[in-house]
């Protein structure tokens, strides 16, 4: 099995689209942006099933959401600057991204134990494959 027909991306134009429309609904300051970065991710598939790794930095636990909508999972997070609260900002050159990508899960996979682990910035998750879809060695009997 391939990456292309296990897991896919999804229309990269479609979630930026997406995520201006629901915008509002992002957490905290990402209200007040209008579009979304697709963060990198690295796909890593062995015989339980994939990996994926994505980039969010700035991107606290409480600011991150990973559901599953039909077939397609979706990452959504908006990163923050980790200032005080008693700091005014006078200038700035950073950006606080909203970030959103999602990804065309087949029947293939399990996502009802999908496992998600945030650590510095990068988002681990575990996509097991469906029991019937995993290989398997078959004994064979002598006759």
């Known amino acids: 099995m391939n990456q292309n027909t296990a897991l ?3 229309n990269p134009a479609r979630d930026v689209a997406t995520a201006t429309q629901d915008a509002d609904s992002a957490q905290g ?8 970065v697709l963060p990198p991710v690295d796909i890593f598939e062995d015989e339980a099933g994939f990996t994926v790794l994505a980039d969010l930095p700035g991107v606290t636990r409480d600011r991150l959401t990973v559901r599953v909508d039909g077939d397609s999972l979706v990452i959504e997070g908006a990163a923050a600057a980790p200032v005080g609260a008693d700091m005014t900002l006078i200038y700035g050159e950073v950006l606080n991204p909203l970030y959103r990508r999602t990804f065309t899960l087949s029947r ?8 998600a682990k945030l650590e510095n910035g990068v988002l681990r998750l575990s996509i097991p494959k469906a029991e019937e879809a995993r ?3 078959i004994e064979v009997a002598l006759a």
């Not at 300051?29 to 979304?36: F, H, M, N, P, V």
């Not at 293939?108 to 496992?115: N, T, V």
């Open 8 to 10: 896919s991306q999804s």
């Open 29 to 36: 300051a990402a209200s007040q942006r209008t579009t979304a």
């Open 108 to 115: 293939e996979l399990d996502p009802a134990k999908i496992e």
């Open 135 to 137: 290989s398997r060695r």
